[in-house]
């Protein structure tokens, strides 16, 4: 599959939406969905395009100069398993590891809650080297249990 990624840039809530409103399984509550969108235009996004078209992006989140979080994600879902969610990655990875980010994270529904689709997710992070630091009921819910999983990315010295 031939598809490049861009970025980073601001603005592109216009042509992210399409993608989180394709994937009401991860992003069907309206209101976080509207967060989401007001937040991406604020934050730096790298947009996978495939011909003219963007068919994925991630957005980071800066927590301070030693971290950073993927805000959020998104490819179309007849994308899924192409490669795309792991080129965004990595290329967000090398934009951070440029600016001496030592560690990324990322939040997603937890172990203790039984869905087949946070399992895949949970999986791709595993996979691209992500580890779970901690399960915690207090930042969404008790029905929503939030896992944190964090990656080593670069060195300070």
């Not at 992210?16 to 409103?21: G, K, Q, T």
């Not at 947009?47 to 800066?62: N, T």
């Not at 007849?78 to 939040?107: C, F, I, N, P, S």
Request: hydrophobic letters at 40%.
């Amino acid at each position: 599959m031939n598809f490049t990624i861009e970025g980073p840039s601001t603005n592109t809530s216009r042509v992210c939406e399409p993608i989180l409103r394709a994937l009401p399984g991860w992003f069907g509550i309206e209101s976080a969905l509207a967060e989401y969108i007001e937040k991406i235009d604020t934050l730096p996004s790298f947009l996978a395009r495939q011909e003219d078209k963007v068919v994925g992006f991630l957005s980071l989140l800066q927590h301070n100069p030693f971290s950073a979080e993927i805000y959020v994600m998104g490819v179309q879902p007849d994308l899924h398993h192409q490669g795309v969610g792991r080129a965004l990655v990595l290329q967000a990875e090398a934009w951070l590891r440029e600016r001496r980010v030592e560690y990324l994270q990322v939040k997603t529904l937890g172990p203790s809650h039984p869905d087949a689709g946070y399992a895949a997710t949970r999986a791709f992070y595993t996979g691209m080297g992500f580890r779970p630091l901690e399960e915690l009921k207090q930042i969404w819910d008790e029905f929503n249990p939030c896992l944190v999983m964090v990656k080593k990315i670069a060195d300070r010295s």
